[in-house]
């Protein structure tokens, strides 16, 4: 490169400026031109150091761009959720600062001559450089970027046409992870640094569009839609252009009033319907897609079109397991489609403005969205809400004039860079950031720069200053008393200290009558998807319907954040928080999403479809309830289909017209069979959901007709013998001389018995509102004890008796197993009477039965709920057939290995397996099933899925009952009806070994 490195300045220490940032063009639309651009992505050379001045930087080398440089070998990527990796000395940072100098020619296309020549302006404009740099051509300073997620721009017309136009010029880019953005981006997530998003220069023509303002009015009242498009020139001012959208016929000249359009089809993520459109000056042509539709807070109800919307939400970061932040273009589409796939209609892009490629697919494939500001300080007021200093929110961005004009200036940065979008239904001004002035000022901001949608901030808790109030993981009852508009002086109590942990002056009685109890309500996180969880996402989605201040909410989140990597034994796996030699960090926090790192939809995903469902479908024995729960949509779109032979063949129901909000009672087949399955198809495809795709599936099971299908077995009964030894034998089983089954025909079985424990979920590990997992193990609930009391012949029955013991505890549990059997099969019924003197409050998390076999089957096959798993409070989704699945697919590799995998309701299974191992088991009440080639005790005891090693044997779980997994990682304990309190359990199953 023709000029050297800008040399180290030490005294310009413009990473800890306040305000942020230099030269910066202000924000503006990011829009489709057909104005000239050169992308500078590729390649480039990159230096490495640890000072923020370039005064040890290392060799060159090369790099990619978009990219994160801990991603692509120097340094590493940690993890924290709130807490700052660095000392907290607001404006200032350490010494220490990872440094990255990015560098590459340019060269001024040469058809950009002539324009250049008539006064056209080059921009550089950057999307995404984590978290401040400052930019050099050809050893000229251009300016210091301020907002890691928000575009930046800058005019370098000067630097790059002052002399030697057309050759080569040299773009340096010097980027820190420390910056005092730092301070304003503290989202749970990883700390990487980089050029993560795209990097242009773009050629801005004389008499070009260099921003837009369009509002596309939709008005339910007269179906007519009004259109307002103004364009601006780089100065702010007004710029005469013209408007076309040709599927209205319409042909207008810009400007600040609204035109009618006559009548259109309206914009809704139920119909996400977009006009294409151009403005167009002598010079330029932005084509746009237009959504016309209106949004309203209408009292305590959140109307897009006139109608009460419902957000069948989630919360989306941007995550890769391979370039983290840095978006593949493909994951925007994937993300969207599998959210429309997947029942949900609304995304919050948690917490920043996302990629540009998102909001376009938002738009096009429909889904309402909460658009974020890049802005959170949680560090800050978590020392004080845990008394650890009670100073921080004081001292915090929120409340601190010093950052005022810059966060002012971000809130009004993102909403310029996305307003046109038609997804866009809200704007938020960030996350858990505290309130204050300043945090009111970006929101009054915000409401300047566009006053066409409503402004949400979840820290706003008595919705003062804020449009919509929302709240994070409020309880179903909490819930219940804001549809109820009514808080109990408890959970007053509780918002009243949440608000003074702000370090704010909070009356008494704030919130007896606050704001937010007028206006509509919705959760902006709920639901913490961590692991095997969440649960209830029922009893939340009837609320909606209960309370019409209720309209929903975004479940915490949807992706796990992962990232690939090699653990110490060389296990290829998905680390977290202290896989990267971290030394502060927060564990597997960071995985707790709807799909795993790769993008494969977790059970939860399964889940929540079921429950965001847009139609309601209950079976009962000769009908089925359909409620329409769409906001505009007739079910027109939609078929039906019935099963009575547990899905083995389908017949087509027919619908009759159910508008929207309406339900109807539809009648179905009458028959004998013991299940009844109704299923809702789409009839063709609509954006990304395919034709045949199923939207909603429920079923009836008659309990009495099931059992009276298993066939008993017609072989004379067997009698139990014992053996010199004082083994026993019944049928095809062998037990020990403790009365342990041991055998079953040729196949031998190990650890066999009553089981009282299954490996923690995320929900009960240490940090979350429920540590059970440190109770449980306290007490050896992992490693009970048995002591045989008694076993005898009764009759044709074996009798055994025992007694589960804990380690340093009068704790227990007394079982009774009466084995019966005949030549094919042994029978047993199993009783657990745990310790009358249990504690009240400790949960068991399991009651069943645990045994395995010598070989793995490749093969289950089972007839119960499925195809994916069930938690007492989890499995919306499932339904009862036959289903088959290879081992593998019997297991979810959550990212930290934790209790997966049950199938409710298992009243018959086959384990075939090439090794010869098979055997089959009934269940004629129905039991939960989970097959493994690990023990509980390998699940439990691996930190990584990657790193668990299958044993040779398969591991089979059966379970009368099991504790619900809950949402207490971060949000509410399982609700008491799926608490699995210490009860007495009987239970019976029958295990026949077979030809394998
Ligand atoms: C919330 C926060 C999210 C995330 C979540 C826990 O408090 O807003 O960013 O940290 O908790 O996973």
Not at 29 to 44: F, K, V
Not at 249 to 257: K, L, P, V, Y
Not at 844 to 869: K, N
Request: contains cysteine; hydrophobic residues 40%; negative net charge.
């Amino acid at each position: 490169m023709s000029t050297p490195l800008p040399s180290a300045d030490r005294t310009d220490r413009w990473w800890e400026e306040l305000p942020a940032g230099r030269n910066r063009l202000r924000g503006r639309a990011h829009l489709h031109t057909d104005a000239p651009a050169l992308n500078l992505d590729g390649t480039w050379e990159f230096r490495y150091g640890t000072r923020a001045d370039g005064s040890d930087l290392g060799e060159s080398a090369e790099i990619a761009v978009p990219g994160l440089w801990q991603l692509q070998g120097y340094g590493a990527p940690q993890y924290t959720n709130v807490i700052y990796p660095i000392p907290r000395d607001v404006p200032h940072v350490p010494d220490e600062n990872p440094t990255g100098h990015y560098s590459r020619t340019l060269t001024v296309p040469e058809e950009w001559t002539e324009q250049l020549a008539g006064g056209a302006r080059i921009l550089l404009r950057f999307q995404g450089v984590d978290s401040a740099a400052k930019v050099w051509i050809d050893g000229t300073e251009i300016g210091v970027t301020a907002g890691s997620r928000l575009t930046q721009e800058f005019d370098v017309t000067e630097a790059l046409t002052a002399e030697a136009p057309h050759g080569e010029h040299r773009l340096d880019v010097r980027v820190v992870q420390w910056s005092v953005n730092t301070y304003v981006e503290d989202q749970d997530m990883w700390w990487a640094s980089g050029i993560f998003r795209s990097v242009d220069l773009l050629l801005r023509p004389v008499g070009g569009i260099h921003d837009l303002v369009t509002d596309a009015d939709f008005d339910p009242a007269t179906g007519e839609g009004a259109l307002r498009v103004t364009a601006l020139d780089a100065d702010g001012a007004e710029l005469a252009a013209t408007v076309e959208v040709p599927d209205l016929g319409h042909s207008a000249a810009t400007g600040a009033r609204a035109l009618s359009v006559g009548e259109v089809r309206p914009w809704s993520a139920e119909d996400p319907h977009l006009y294409d459109a151009t403005v167009r000056t002598a010079t330029e042509t932005v084509t746009l897609r237009l959504g016309f539709r209106r949004v309203e807070v209408d009292g305590e109800i959140f109307r897009v079109n006139g109608e009460r919307i419902v957000f069948r939400g989630v919360n989306r970061h941007e995550a890769d397991p391979v370039v983290g932040r840095t978006q593949h273009l493909q994951n925007q589409d994937l993300d969207v489609a599998l959210m429309k796939q997947h029942n949900l209609n609304a995304v919050r892009t948690s917490h920043y403005p996302p990629h540009q490629r998102f909001l376009d697919v938002c738009d096009e494939a429909g889904l309402y969205v909460i658009c974020e500001g890049d802005f959170e300080t949680h560090g800050f007021h978590a020392d004080s809400t845990w008394g650890e200093d009670g100073t921080g929110a004081a001292e915090g961005p929120a409340q601190n004039p010093l950052f005022e004009e810059s966060l002012v200036e971000r809130s009004e940065r993102f909403v310029l860079r996305d307003r046109h979008h038609a997804s866009i239904v809200m704007w938020s001004i960030g996350n858990e950031a505290a309130s204050g002035p300043v945090a009111e000022a970006m929101v009054a901001r915000v409401r300047e720069t566009d006053p066409t949608r409503p402004v949400i901030y979840e820290q706003d808790y008595a919705a003062e200053y804020v449009d919509v109030f929302s709240l994070m993981y409020s309880s179903i009852d909490e819930s219940t008393q804001i549809g109820e508009r009514s808080l109990s002086p408890e959970y007053q109590d509780k918002l009243t200290r949440m608000l003074r942990g702000f370090a704010l002056d909070v009356p008494e009685g704030h919130f007896a009558d606050p704001p937010a109890l007028h206006k509509p309500f919705l959760w902006i996180e709920y639901a913490h998807a961590m692991g095997n969880g969440a649960g209830s996402l029922e009893e939340y989605m009837a609320l909606t319907e209960k309370y019409p201040a209720l309209h929903g909410g975004f479940i915490w989140e949807w992706i796990d954040h992962g990232l690939e990597t090699t653990d110490a034994e060389g296990n290829r796996i998905y680390g977290y928080g202290g896989d990267f030699g971290e030394r502060l960090h927060d564990g597997n926090f960071v995985a707790d999403g709807l799909v795993l790192p790769d993008r494969t939809p977790s059970p939860a995903l399964l889940d929540a479809k079921h429950h965001y469902s847009p139609v309601g479908l209950e079976v009962s024995p000769g009908t089925a309830r359909i409620v329409n729960r769409y906001a505009f949509s007739d079910l027109s779109h939609l078929r039906a289909e019935v099963s009575v032979d547990a899905q083995a063949s389908w017949q087509e129901l027919e619908l009759p017209t159910i508008a929207p909000g309406e339900s109807v009672e539809v009648a179905l087949p009458a028959h004998e069979g013991a299940t009844t399955t109704v299923r809702l198809l789409t009839r063709e495809a609509q954006g990304p959901v395919p034709a045949g795709h199923t939207i909603v599936a429920a079923d009836h099971v008659d309990p009495a007709r099931l059992r009276a299908a298993l066939t008993p077995s017609a072989a004379a009964a067997a009698a139990p013998e014992q053996g010199e030894d004082g083994s026993w034998s019944l049928g095809p089983a062998r037990f020990d001389d403790l009365g342990r089954l041991v055998g079953l025909g040729d196949l031998a079985v190990e650890g066999a018995g009553v089981d009282l424990y299954r490996a923690p979920v995320d929900n009960e590990r240490a940090r979350t509102r429920a540590p059970l997992e440190a109770r449980w193990k306290r007490i050896g609930l992992d490693h009970a004890r048995r002591r045989l009391v008694e076993i005898s012949a009764e009759g044709s029955a074996l009798l055994v008796r025992s007694r589960l013991g804990l380690d340093g505890s009068a704790l227990g549990a007394d079982v009774t197993e009466r084995w019966s059997g005949d030549a094919e099969g042994v029978d047993v019924e199993v009783t657990v009477t745990p310790s009358a003197f249990w504690p009240e409050d400790l949960p068991l998390p399991r009651i069943g039965w645990t045994f395995a076999l010598p070989s793995a089957p490749d093969e289950v096959e089972y007839e119960g709920f499925g195809p994916h798993e069930s938690y007492p409070d989890t499995g919306g989704g499932t339904t009862f057939a036959r289903w088959s699945s290879s081992l593998a697919e019997f297991q979810v590799p959550y990212v930290f290995p934790q209790e997966n995998g049950n199938r409710a309701g298992v009243v018959r299974a086959a384990l075939r397996g090439a090794a010869g191992a098979a055997l089959a088991l009934e269940a004629p009440d129905g039991l939960g099933l989970a097959v493994r080639p690990w023990s509980t005790a390998e699940l439990d005891a691996r930190a990584h899925d990657g790193a668990l090693r299958p044993d040779g044997r398969t591991w089979v779980t059966l379970s009368a009952a099991l504790q619900g997994v809950g949402s207490a990682a971060c949000g509410p304990e399982p609700l008491p009806q799926y608490v699995l309190s210490a009860r007495e359990e009987s239970f019976r199953f029958r295990l026949a070994p077979t030809a394998g």
